[in-house]
């Protein structure tokens, strides 16, 4: 680096002023500096840090990626600029490394086990010691759990954890994502544990306290897929006001499946909730927020079924505005399981085939 800059070299006395001197310029050109971020890497065998602070990503060529991961937490020092300027690291520190799953394909080449990753941002294939690969066959897509990382001269070493099948198996590409992405898709014990100990369907102690909704009309409206049905509906033309004030509008009832009644607050069904947030939907499966039992059936407005319910009950006037509500627990019974498809078709014509269907 001193020839580089080519600084003279100082003369006695002056040691403080060309230290100053190169803090200056390591300052001004980014290099010499030490930062922390996280590797990316490029299915072409280099790889990127993308730093904490937000500045530029700092480039790892070939060799630097070869003791490195794609995603971890690596501290890199700035080493130099390519002829574009942008700064070329050297990894100092692997600070960590997260516990994510390797999804490959395992192969044998010349009696040697390995595993391609099918995230070609690893760059390096995985050896397998052949006491590691459990039942997994040759072609098979597996998950592994790395049990020695990889080396400046070493490939990393892991084992299979996981079989998920052959690669060209229905919904493999979901059994992919759902693990490359780190998809919460298995249940703890004790949420299941205690999924089973609720009942198979509403009970008479359960609708204690909660208006009786049983009569009245409410449907579902979703999708042709769908398999839980969240929220119900009910309109009726209303009167808004009294007198010459009186004008047109509607009644409101807005149903959702009331999940508190049985999900406790820390309870182990709530907290494994909580970690997925949301439920997530693939083209050909769900990988539901609550356990099945929840999701399909106590907590799914399935039609002719009491289910318990949370209800929102409002006066909308012809424009749109809402004059008048009030919340309360309720007891429903889905009249039908309507799609958006046969909806729109109802609307579209209320005399039509669709329409005198669904009359009642």
Known sequence: YLKLVRLPIPPPGHFRKESNCIKNISQTSGLL????GIVQGHRD????????????DIYLPPNEMRAVLHKDRVKVRVVRSDRKGRPEGRVLE???????????????????????????????????????TGAAKVGQVVVLELTEPPALYG??????????????DPGMEIE????????????????IALART??????PQDKKHRVDLTDVPLVTIDGEDARDFDDAVYCEPATLGKGKSAAKGWRLL??????S?????????????????????????????????????????????????????MLVSEAGDVSAYQFYPAVMWSHARFTYTEVAAILANTRGPEALKRKD
């Open 33 to 36: 500096d030490e930062v922390e």
């Open 45 to 56: 065998g280099h790889g990127f840090v993308q730093r904490d602070d937000g500045q530029s």
């Open 94 to 132: 692997i600070v960590e490394r997260p516990q994510q799953p390797i999804i490959g394909r395992l192969l044998q080449e010349s009696g040697v086990w390995i595993v391609a990753p099918e995230d070609k941002r690893y760059g390096q294939d995985v050896l397998i010691p052949k006491k590691a």
């Open 155 to 168: 490939q990393p070493v892991g084992r299979v954890k996981e079989i998920l099948g052959e690669i060209d």
């Open 176 to 191: 992919i994502a759902v693990r490359k992405y780190g998809v919460p898709h298995e249940f703890s014990d004790a949420c």
């Open 198 to 203: 609720l009942p198979d369907k509403v009970r």
């Open 254 to 259: 807005v149903a959702i499946a009331d999940v």
């Open 261 to 313: 009644h049985y999900v406790d607050n820390g309870s182990a069904i709530d907290i494994d909730a909580y970690d997925r947030a949301t439920s997530v939907y693939f083209p050909r499966r769900v990988i539901p927020m609550l356990p099945e039992k929840l999701s399909n059936g106590l907590c799914s407005l399935n039609p002719e079924v009491e289910r318990l319910c949370m209800v929102c009950d």
